[in-house]
């Protein structure tokens, strides 16, 4: 019987294609960040990835309206709202970034730093892929769990390249 009431109110499914936009924005200013160390086209760079950090802010704001809006949700809101601001979060450290480099007006970058624009655009990635996946969890469970697991190898790199940075700019 609950089934079947649950069936006649409204539901918001609009959140998988927003998520997914989001994820798209992330792995396109990850690429942005990847080209912007190497140094070329900076301004360019820069750039792309305010716009999309801002394109970002919008889709995060379409999903916060959603959460308040819908009576039902496809899963959690809680874990809806700690989803869209942890890849929120990711590119507006990409837009930190673009504001410290233009602080500093930095030209070139330490190759250490150009491995890490890789080791982002590999992350984003693996989060774009993931994120159509959880439409139906409980059929790409096996994949999902791959994803972490590369993703966990992937951010292990990650601390490696900064550590090894801190200790670089220490000597």
Excluded: Y
């Excluded at 760079?45 to 801002?54: M, P």
């Amino acid at each position: 019987m609950l089934g079947w009431f649950r069936k006649l109110l409204p539901r918001e499914d609009r959140f998988f294609d927003l998520f997914e936009r989001h994820s798209r924005t992330v792995v396109g200013g990850a690429e942005a960040l990847e080209q912007l160390l190497q140094g070329r086209d900076i301004d360019l760079w820069c750039q792309k990835i305010v716009d999309l950090e801002d394109e970002a802010d919008h889709i995060t704001a379409e999903v916060l309206l959603a959460v308040r809006r819908s009576f039902i949700t496809p899963f959690d809101r809680g874990d809806i709202k700690d989803l869209i601001q942890s890849m929120d979060d990711a590119i507006d450290m990409m837009h930190k970034t673009v504001k410290t480099v233009k602080l500093f007006e930095r030209k070139e970058f330490d190759p250490l730093m150009q491995e890490m624009g890789g080791v982002i655009v590999a992350a984003a990635k693996l989060v774009a892929e993931a994120i159509p996946l959880l439409n139906k969890v409980a059929t790409h469970t096996v994949r999902l769990n791959a994803i972490a697991e590369e993703v966990m190898r992937v951010e292990s790199r990650a601390d490696d390249l900064h550590e090894q940075g801190l200790k670089d700019l220490f000597r």
